[in-house]
């Protein structure tokens, strides 16, 4: 008879739950491409019938019977200009049916001109973008130069989390650049060294020095409270917070330069934002579940009320 074969090893339970926690990571990334996909299909179609007005406007401007839809046009034209800019900064992601079908609806009535007769049963519709927000609210982040995208690339790269190498990060990335998309970069390569150099007990890897809230935290808590209207800031600057969270005696400090607050500043300015909810949350349940007394106080001073399971 051969040998019994051994039976395999069962995982910890941290690496099952390092496992667990890049599936989720996995997943939420590919949930994100769907989401911009479909923002991205919703923005050109947007776009489209923007094209399709401001035609049928320029034709109707030359032809003295269309003359009286000139103006009509010419608001919905500024209506549809808003809607771009919304989906474009993020504050939508879908187009609502109903305004989508108005749309629709209204610039179907110009397909084959604008004769005196359609005067009479011409609907203008302009009741169709009651969930469109007014483009005063609306929060859109500049357009990264070439320069900026040079210095993303070089935040991409980014390895070395040595202290002084990290004070370099600091000086040159956060303190030093005046771009939301910089400070998004560069919020985003810290939450992934934390993730990468946070052993599976906890610990934080050797060579990693430079990975300290006490240091770290005042930058991005600078970055945070910045570019509070910018979601995908906030949503970076929670998952650092996370980060520092569940990486052994981090925890303090980063309540000490206002973690917790920054974290509810960042769910409560994007409630309509799931991302930024979702890792808002993570970080807060992060939070709890290493909290002692002295830093439970100083989350509930701050606003989160989870418990320490």
């Given at each position: 008879?051969?040998?019994?074969?051994?039976?395999?090893?069962?995982?910890?339970?941290?690496?099952?739950?390092?496992?667990?926690?890049?599936?989720?990571?996995?997943?939420?990334?590919?949930?994100?491409?769907?989401?911009?996909?479909?923002?991205?299909?919703?923005?050109?179609?947007?776009?489209?019938?923007?094209?399709?007005?401001?035609?049928?406007?320029?034709?109707?401007?030359?032809?003295?019977?269309?003359?009286?839809?000139?103006?009509?046009?010419?608001?919905?034209?500024?209506?549809?200009?808003?809607?771009?800019?919304?989906?474009?900064?993020?504050?939508?992601?879908?187009?609502?049916?109903?305004?989508?079908?108005?749309?629709?609806?209204?610039?179907?009535?110009?397909?084959?001109?604008?004769?005196?007769?359609?005067?009479?049963?011409?609907?203008?519709?302009?009741?169709?973008?009651?969930?469109?927000?007014?483009?005063?609210?609306?929060?859109?982040?500049p357009p990264e130069t070439s320069g900026s995208m040079c210095v993303i690339e070089e935040i991409k790269a980014w390895v070395d989390v040595e202290p002084e190498p990290m004070d370099q990060f600091l000086t040159?990335?956060?303190?030093?650049?005046?771009?939301?998309?910089?400070?998004?970069?560069?919020?985003?390569?810290?939450?992934?060294?934390?993730?990468?150099?946070?052993?599976?007990?906890?610990?934080?890897?050797?060579?990693?020095?430079?990975?300290?809230?006490?240091?770290l935290m005042p930058a991005v808590a600078g970055a945070m409270r910045k570019y509070l209207r910018d979601a995908e800031v906030q949503r970076r600057g929670c998952a650092v917070i996370r980060g520092f969270a569940l990486m052994d005696g981090q925890l303090t400090p980063m309540l000490q330069e206002g973690g917790a607050t920054l974290a509810v500043g960042?769910?409560?300015?994007?409630?309509?934002?799931?991302?930024?909810?979702?890792?808002?949350?993570?970080?807060?349940?992060?939070?709890?579940?290493?909290?002692?007394?002295?830093?439970?106080?100083?989350?509930?001073?701050?606003?989160?009320?989870?418990?320490?399971?």
């Amino acid at each position: 008879m051969g040998r019994p074969k051994a039976k395999p090893k069962a995982k910890s339970s941290a690496s099952v739950s390092k496992n667990d926690e890049a599936d989720a990571e996995a997943a939420a990334q590919a949930a994100a491409r769907a989401v911009w996909k479909k923002r991205k299909e919703e923005t050109q179609w947007a776009q489209t019938q923007l094209s399709t007005l401001s035609s049928q406007r320029e034709a109707a401007t030359n032809s003295q019977a269309g003359a009286w839809i000139v103006e009509s046009h010419q608001w919905h034209e500024a209506k549809l200009a808003t809607l771009v800019k919304c989906l474009e900064g993020k504050l939508m992601d879908v187009i609502p049916q109903g305004m989508r079908e108005g749309i629709e609806s209204y610039a179907s009535q110009g397909a084959n001109g604008f004769a005196d007769d359609l005067r009479s049963v011409f609907n203008d519709h302009r009741d169709i973008y009651i969930e469109l927000p007014e483009v005063e609210s609306v929060y859109f982040r500049p357009p990264e130069t070439s320069g900026s995208m040079c210095v993303i690339e070089e935040i991409k790269a980014w390895v070395d989390v040595e202290p002084e190498p990290m004070d370099q990060f600091l000086t040159t990335f956060l303190y030093g650049s005046a771009s939301a998309g910089v400070h998004e970069a560069a919020l985003a390569r810290l939450g992934g060294l934390l993730f990468q150099h946070t052993l599976e007990n906890g610990k934080r890897a050797a060579g990693a020095e430079g990975l300290k809230a006490s240091s770290l935290m005042p930058a991005v808590a600078g970055a945070m409270r910045k570019y509070l209207r910018d979601a995908e800031v906030q949503r970076r600057g929670c998952a650092v917070i996370r980060g520092f969270a569940l990486m052994d005696g981090q925890l303090t400090p980063m309540l000490q330069e206002g973690g917790a607050t920054l974290a509810v500043g960042a769910v409560n300015a994007h409630p309509r934002v799931p991302d930024v909810v979702k890792t808002g949350t993570a970080a807060m349940e992060a939070m709890a579940s290493k909290a002692e007394p002295m830093d439970l106080q100083m989350m509930k001073e701050a606003g989160v009320h989870h418990e320490r399971n």
